[in-house]
């Protein structure tokens, strides 16, 4: 449920607003995960290829019993957050950490530590002033999202993941961000482990989020409530 910027976007809903803001809505949560228990994954895709079905079979051995990628510090896993039972609240903030994978995973299908190759924190991006704001986390693809109309109508803040992207000739990733979503006069907060760029934020699509930025100090409090 992360999701902007041709990545992803996630925004907690304006409080005071009596037509889309609905706080007391009640929000249906599964049980924590137990042992035995079956988890369903549906992606579809062309395929996995021969020389990468003991990949698969790596990941699939992680959904069993854990996961298979090392998380850094301050982030949790999404088996982590999968467990928490109903009601319980957990704090997420940066690591200062970013990179891509440079695994061969033909040649090395077990791997789970990625190779950080950057740093980086959030940061605002459409001005310079603290970030205080609580809703409902809502994610979805930007490109999706701006086609529906009233979707951010309500939104107290945009987080906008990672991206890999390339600029255009004419606007860079961080200049689309703010072209698409600098008319909603709420905070924009960029670099988001909530991307497709390693390591990754686990949000709860319906989780009641409190999102506070003072300069690089970010937090993300979620209660899954």
Known sequence: MPLCSGDETSGPARTGHPS??????????????????????????????????????????GLRMDTPYDVPQPLLSWLDVTTLPQGATFTLS?????GRNHWNWADNPRATEYTWTGTGTWRRHDGDGPVEVTGRLVGGCI????????????????????????????????????DALGGLG??????????????????????????????EDGSLTQTLA
Do not use: K, W
Request: aromatic content about 6%.
């Open 20 to 61: 889309r803001y609905v706080p007391e809505m009640s929000i249906r949560y599964p049980r924590p995960l137990r042992p035995g228990d079956v988890i369903g994954v549906t992606a579809p895709s062309s395929g996995v290829e021969p020389e990468l079905r003991p990949r698969l079979d790596f990941a699939v051995e």
């Open 186 to 215: 709420v905070p924009l907060v960029v670099d988001v482990e909530c991307g497709h760029v390693p390591p990754y934020l686990p949000l709860v699509n319906g989780a009641l989020g409190r999102l506070q930025l003072d300069g």
């Open 94 to 98: 940066s690591p200062g950490v970013q």
């Open 143 to 178: 490109e999706t999202l701006c086609n529906l109309a009233g979707f951010f109508d309500a939104a107290t803040a945009v987080l906008v993941g990672r991206t890999r992207a390339p600029d255009t000739r004419t606007l860079s990733q961080y200049d689309a961000v703010l």
